[in-house]
């Protein structure tokens, strides 16, 4: 099962606007990250947010974190062509042992 | 620093036949996780190694099954292929001290 869900799940825009991409999630975490998947192969870990944090910064990534709702944001700023791809939020989850648990995904494409 | 690597890059099988997947972890990393992802789903985890011994797993049958060695590569087994095994599958391995995972970039399977 899917314990996050991202939003939207798909998003196209111009090069230079910012995207949003949002994840929910349904139980308590240690930490949120978020990927990058470019044409079905492998993702690519792109930043970390712990649960006591709420917001981080990456280059021109900016996530936040909003733990009593359950939701993440990943900010992408001033796009690229090469920013195209799909974006996945995973979730940390120690019920019995700890693992990964991955949204659906944001499938973004940004115009030239 | 050689990253994960996977083996083969795609294959085709039967249905009822058997197969088996490799790969080898990146330098360091000492657990490694198996993702099933069919097409336009997010990774979806099969099972969790570390240190030759499985340490969690997700919903999928006994068919499925694995093995981590002591150089740390790995297998994923599946037995009994159905056609819904076609899917993208993921290999990442992380180290003890790091949360981020390094993903492989994928065994394409297809059953027919």
């Known amino acids: 099962s899917q314990q996050g869900e991202e939003d939207p799940q798909a998003l196209s825009i111009q090069e230079g606007e910012n995207a949003t991409m949002n994840c929910s999630y349904k139980?308590?975490?240690?930490?949120l990250q978020w990927y990058r998947q470019n044409s079905g192969r492998g993702l690519v870990h792109l930043i970390l947010i712990r649960s006591n944090e709420r917001e981080k910064h990456s280059g021109r990534l900016r996530v936040t974190l909003d733990t009593s709702k359950k939701s993440s944001s990943l900010l992408i700023t001033a796009s690229r062509a090469a920013d195209t791809a799909s974006y996945f939020c995973?979730?940390?989850?120690?019920?019995?042992?700890?693992?990964?648990?991955f949204g659906t995904g944001t499938r973004l494409k940004v115009l030239a | 620093e050689t990253g994960v690597t996977q083996s083969p890059t795609h294959l085709i099988k039967t249905r009822g036949q058997q197969v088996t997947l490799r790969c080898s972890s990146q330098?360091?990393?000492?657990?490694v996780s198996w993702y099933q992802q069919a097409l336009g789903q997010g990774p979806q985890f099969i099972f969790q190694?570390?240190?030759?011994?499985?340490?969690g797993r997700g919903n999928f049958p006994p068919r499925f099954s694995g093995l981590q060695f002591p150089n740390y590569s790995s297998e994923l087994n599946v037995n009994a292929l159905e056609l819904d095994d076609s899917a993208l599958y993921l290999c990442a391995s992380r180290s003890s001290d790091s949360y981020g995972y390094t993903f492989g970039s994928g065994t394409r399977l297809t059953v027919v």
């Open positions: 995973a979730t940390a989850v120690t019920s019995g042992t700890y693992k990964y648990i």
């Open positions: 330098s360091g990393h000492n657990t």
């Open positions: 190694y570390y240190r030759e011994e499985e340490n």
């Open positions: 139980t308590s975490i240690n930490n």
